[in-house]
Structures are given as C-alpha cells and as structure tokens.
C-alpha cells in the first residue's frame, strides 16, 4: 500500500491509497474461487462451477464488495501510518481499472484541529451569589395556592390576575385575517398569553362592554403575513373573574403528599425543592458563562463534519420536542441554518474543554459522580432505587461520569480564571418576574 496526503484547504485532508494489484486480484479471485463452489448455477454440477462464469456472472457485485472492503480496511491503515485524526466519515472514490493495474482510491475529510489554549488566567468570568428569603418561600406558597384557585364571576373593571372571558375579530386595514376571531376565549391579565398590547388594552373594563384595541405584530411573529401589522380588535368582554386562592389549612397541605398536613414540613419540603432548583440554575449561569468565555478567549478551527454531527442533534431533539405537541409525520424537516450557530459554539466548547481535560489530565472524581446521581435521584420518590438503576447501567454511568469530568473542567477553570461575584435575588437568578 502507497499513501500520499494533500492538505487542500482549512482542515480537509485528501488521501491517494495505492494497492498493488496482486494484493487485490488476489483477494478478488479467491472470491471468486469460494462462489464457484458454494453458488448453484444451471446446468452446473455443485461446487464445479468455472471461475469464468462466476466471473461474468457476478464479476460486478464481487467488484464493489471486495472494493468496499479494501478500501475500509487500507483506509484505517493509511490513517493509522500517517497520525491522522478524521473528524468524520471519508468520502471515498475508486479510480477505474483493469485487471492486472493497481486498485487506486481517494479518501477526502476532515480532521481534528490542534488546539492551542490561551492562559486560563486571562478569562474573566462572573458568577452569582443569591439565597432563598422568606419573601421568596412566601411566593412560592402563593404560587401552589394559585395552582388550586377558584374563580369567582365580579361586576367591577378588570385588572391584573383577573380571567377574563372575550370574543374578538381583529382585521388590518379593515380587512379580517385567518386566525384573528375567536369566541369564549378566556385570559389571565398579565399572563402575556397574548400579543403586546392586547391584555393591556382590556384591562380596566367590565363585562358587557363593547370596545376595539390596537396592537402591532411583533416582527419575530410565527406568521409571516402578520409580522410587524399593525391590527386592530373589536372586543365583546362577556366575564371577568377574580382569582379565589384556597387557605393554607391542613387539607391543602395534605394536597402535596404531606400526610400531616403540617404547614411547615410543606414549606420545608417546598424550600428544599426551591433550593435544588436554585443551585443548578447557579451552577448552570457559571458553567456557561465559563464556555462562553472560554469561546471568546480562544480561537479554533472547526470541522465542517462535526458542525453537521451536532446539527443533526439538535434537530432531532427540536423534533422529539415539537413531536409531544403534534403528528412528527406532520414536521417538516427544519432547517440546518436553525441550529448553525449553537452548533458551532458546542463544537468549540467540546474541542476546548476537551484540551483543558487532557493538558491538566483531568480524571473523573467517582465521589462526584456519586454526588451527582444522588442529586438526580432525590427528586423521585424512592432515591435509593434511582442510584441502584443508575449503577447498573453501563450507560448512564458512562454519561453521569462525562458530566462530572465536564464539571471538573468548568471548576478547575473557574479557580484559575479571574472571577467576579454578583448578588442577585432569587427571582432574578431563576428569571421570574417580581411578585
């Protein structure tokens, strides 16, 4: 086998593979020999068959099995001898040939790049410090309350948190679009259900009343022909309603699987699950702002193949998603252009925490991995037999093992970096609006 490597352009890598041809008639013969005695063929004793007439039989699957085959196998050699690293599958292309020449191929892809990392010293990043506050465990409360309230009809104006029930019609210069009337639909003010400006433009207004509001299309809006219209709704509000939230007595406790039906091991347990919450939305900010940083701070050449890998993971993730909500026979195909962007950033961030892993030779701490799953586990009902399940599966061991070393790379980072703290409160960290 001859080998010559071109580097054409960027990372793409061409690779001319040479078999003498007495290394692949011969593999092509015996092929050929062992059909003559295995294949039934008219007018053929078993196993007596000539070579020629198989030949000219099956001379042409036998020349694309044994090609396939010669080219995989010295293909994997080639790479091999030449410490090449493919990035993905090659794209390989026989050259044509006669018995007696040379087998000659071409194997055209991609490689990883080498990765230079920049003085993790030199990255700034910024983390968060927050904590629960009684104000914020009292919210909560108000929020399991709002989970099991009732409504109540009332004759005055409508204002925030009230439901409302309305028909409406909405046109654009006059003329009535798809999808803009509606009867019996029902609203929570302040729920942003709805376009800017249309919950606004009700509120303040009884049942019975009969009235038209002006609203503009966002331009990011799913339909196209609406985007940036700027629409107007006549508006018939048949009900408001006010929001009736039950009392914290011993029966909506015990709601929440707390057989005591004590107040306060519900705010315990509550406070508990906010806590957890809270903690991996802390930890999640700090580890991407680290890979964010991380990106910025250090330039590298990406794969085109590897780009296209994670693209198809996140449409078929995107597809799972939308496939909950509707027929996936329905979907069409999305997009690459979707996912383009985020793909490449994860395709950076797996190739630079990949060389922080290997330069500091990182290994996985089995302590965190315990941790982690022992974290998982407690949000079911019985974590003891959560982490059993997880030890007995080879699989989700390797992939718990993978986000620990993940996250001893972020922390190892997070030490060297130059890292600034910022309080926040808990509605701000878990992105809530202000009660």
Known sequence: ???????????????????????????????????????????????????????????AAIEQEVGGEVMQRNFYEAIVAEKLNPAGAPAVAPQPRKKGEDFVFTATFEVYPEVALNALEELAV???STSIEDADLDNMLVTLQKQHAEWKEVKRKSKKDDQVTVDFEGSIDGELFEGGKAEGFQIVLGSDRMIPGFE????GHKAGEEFSIDVTFPEDYHAEQLKGKVAQFAINLTKVEEQILPELTEEFVKKFGVESGDLEVLKADVKKNMQRELDQVVKNTAKDN????????????????????????LRKQ??????KEMDPNNLPELPAELFAEQAEKRVKVGLLLGEVIKVNELKVDQDKVSALIENAASAYEN???VVEYYKNN??????????????????????KAKVSEVKKSFDEVMNKPAA
């Open 1 to 59: 086998m001859q080998v010559s490597v071109e580097s054409t352009q960027g990372l793409e890598r061409v690779l001319t593979i040479t078999v003498a041809a007495e290394a692949y008639d011969k593999e092509f013969d015996g092929r050929i020999r062992h059909l003559s005695k295995t294949q039934r063929v008219d007018g053929f004793r078993p196993g007596k068959v000539p070579a020629s007439v198989i030949a000219k039989r099956f001379g």
């Open 126 to 128: 910024e983390t968060v």
């Open 290 to 313: 680290v890979l964010t940083a991380l990106v910025e701070n250090n330039e590298v050449e990406v794969p085109k193949a590897l780009i296209d890998s994670e693209v198809n993971v």
């Open 200 to 203: 606004s433009g009700i509120l």
């Open 394 to 415: 080879k699989e989700l061991m390797q992939n718990m093992e993978n986000v620990a070393l993940e996250e001893q790379a972020v922390d190892f980072i997070i030490e």
């Open 383 to 385: 974590p003891a037999e």
């Open 318 to 323: 995107a597809m799972e998603r939308y496939g």
